[in-house]
């Protein structure tokens, strides 16, 4: 298999994004534990910050094409 | 799109493997030839070649000199093909090609002489055209004999491109030679390993035919759902109704009203029609055995709807919106120099991200599937080991169905996904000015 420096800088931003939709997805729970009457507002905000945050990884997914 | 050169690809592929099981490397550059770059060269190993029968089923025996290569045997799956296959058979579909200097060839693939059970490679050379893995290609030499053809079989060999990266590339043996294989056109410049070749593909593959079948079906219920509701104004939905009417209430409820705004409205019809094409896609894509089609996960297809976005995103901005690109104001003039570009370039990352967001998520859940089912193969080392393979059904079985509740899920959050950022871009492009420290993206 040939290996390639872009899949390990591919890596490194899946470990950020990773890091991001983690904190994401825990400060939600948080949120809907302390307010569950805003489950729905708290949700959709959630999946919108975490589609933006994974917009970064899909870039380094890109560009990590492009360097391959 | 031929992904399958990228070393990314397998890279992620391997790794998806060693983490689920333990195995054994898996040599992929075992025995290879060393790169045979002319276009006809007498066969050199004639025996090796008739072992590579073209009537194969098991994608075990995909290729001789290799051991099985589950990243290729994944390629070959979620890509478009010319041919349908519901269960192990395989329907004929209509190729238009068009091959700059010579013009257009109209005919059935059934024309290639495909076996009706098997893995999609053609008998028969028709027009220099042949069927290889379901995919139609061109052969380049000028010398090969136009007409219907009798062919032997196939066989891959490594080459260098000109970035200087190995890649396979595909002939076919015809009279004990071998005759360099092109394949389609594809408008990437070369990006993904494609580029412009000798002809052009604007047949109804697997992909335009899914998709047909998917707006059929979607206008044909949503037709009924209208009809119903002209029909009994006022009355409780029945029916289909009741599955879609709760839908289209959370779209309007909670992405259109929210993210647009007043003119929710307007952009109404929009976000729906893209939830339901993208759901609908979804969702036909993982009905088993029937063509298992990846249209969602094909990127013409995610990137024309995520040009609609930017397009309906560029012309509904107003005033404000543009300002906020061009010129932020409220900022210090220094801090406007670096914005202005990165907001310019958000302009066209929005889309970019809407358009590998559904790619990237639908293609890595049915190339994990194809891996899945790929793991049989690889534990019962291509049938010699039958007890493995046997073992291993079970456990690549209970996965798959893991998987393929993942992917229900994924197919749902995918469309709903796209369609509020779609609105959230909407809305951004065409909010009414409140105040200067706005929310600008």
Not at chain 2, 84 to 90: A, E, K, Q
Not at chain 2, 326 to 338: E, Q, R, S, Y
Not at chain 2, 432 to 438: A, D
Request: net charge neutral; aromatic share 12%.
């Amino acid at each position: 298999m040939t290996g390639s420096i872009a899949a390990i800088g591919m890596g490194l931003a899946v470990i950020g994004a990773g890091i991001g939709v983690g904190n994401i997805g825990g400060k939600a729970m948080e949120a809907i534990a302390r307010q569950p009457e805003a489950v729905g507002d708290i949700r959709a905000n959630m999946i919108l910050t975490a589609a933006l945050v994974e917009g970064a990884a899909l870039i380094a997914l890109l560009l990590s094409y492009l360097a391959a | 799109m031929r992904f399958y050169q990228l070393p990314i690809y397998k890279s992620l592929l391997f790794s998806i493997l060693f983490a689920i099981s333990v195995l054994p490397s898996i040599g992929q550059d075992q025995g290879q030839n060393p790169a045979h770059r002319d276009t006809s060269s007498k066969a050199a190993d004639t025996q090796h070649d008739a072992n590579t029968d073209a009537s194969h089923t098991a994608p075990g025996e995909h290729e001789t000199h290799h051991e099985f290569d589950p990243a290729a045997t994944a390629f070959h799956h979620i890509s478009d093909q010319n041919i349908y296959s519901i269960g192990p058979f395989n329907l004929a579909l209509p190729c238009l090609l068009y091959t700059s200097g010579k013009g257009w060839d109209i005919f059935s693939s059934s024309r290639f002489g495909f076996d009706a059970f098997g893995h999609g490679d053609g008998k028969v050379a028709y027009n220099q055209f042949v069927l290889h893995e379901g995919q139609v290609m061109r052969v380049v030499d000028a010398n090969f004999p136009s007409g219907e053809v009798q062919i032997e079989n196939f066989t891959h060999k490594e080459a260098t491109n000109n970035k200087g990266k190995k890649i396979e590339v595909p002939y076919v043996v015809y009279q004990d030679r071998e005759y360099l294989l092109d394949k389609k056109s594809t408008a990437d410049g070369g990006l993904f390993g494609g580029g412009v070749t000798s002809f052009y593909d604007f047949s109804i593959g697997k992909n335009a035919l899914s998709m047909l079948i998917v707006c059929l079906l979607l206008g044909w219920m949503f037709i009924r759902i209208a009809r119903a509701y002209a029909n009994n104004p006022g009355r409780a939905p029945k029916g289909i109704q009741n599955l879609i009417e709760p839908i289209i209430i959370f779209l309007r409820d909670e992405v259109a009203k929210p993210f647009i705004g007043a003119k929710w409205e307007k952009f109404f019809p929009f976000l729906l029609s893209l939830f339901f094409f993208i759901l609908g896609l979804n969702l036909f894509g993982q009905v088993p055995f029937f063509g298992g089609s990846n249209v969602t996960g094909n990127l013409s297809v995610t990137m024309v709807l995520a040009l609609l976005a930017f397009i309906l995103t560029t012309i509904n901005g107003n005033k404000h919106y543009w300002q906020h690109i061009v010129w932020m104001p409220g900022v210090p003039a220094w801090v406007k120099i670096i914005l202005t570009p990165v907001e310019i370039l958000g302009v066209f990352i929005k889309p970019l991200t809407l358009m590998l967001r559904l790619f990237a998520n639908i293609t890595a859940g049915h190339m994990t599937l194809v891996v899945f089912v790929s793991l049989i193969f690889i534990f019962g080392k291509s049938g010699q080991n039958v007890g493995a393979s046997l073992g291993a059904s079970i456990g690549s079985g209970l996965l798959s169905i893991f998987m393929m509740a993942i992917e229900l899920l994924v197919a749902f959050i995918q469309a709903y996904v796209f369609t509020l950022l779609t609105a959230s871009y909407l809305g951004a492009a065409t909010e009414e000015h409140h105040h200067t420290e706005e929310k600008h993206h």
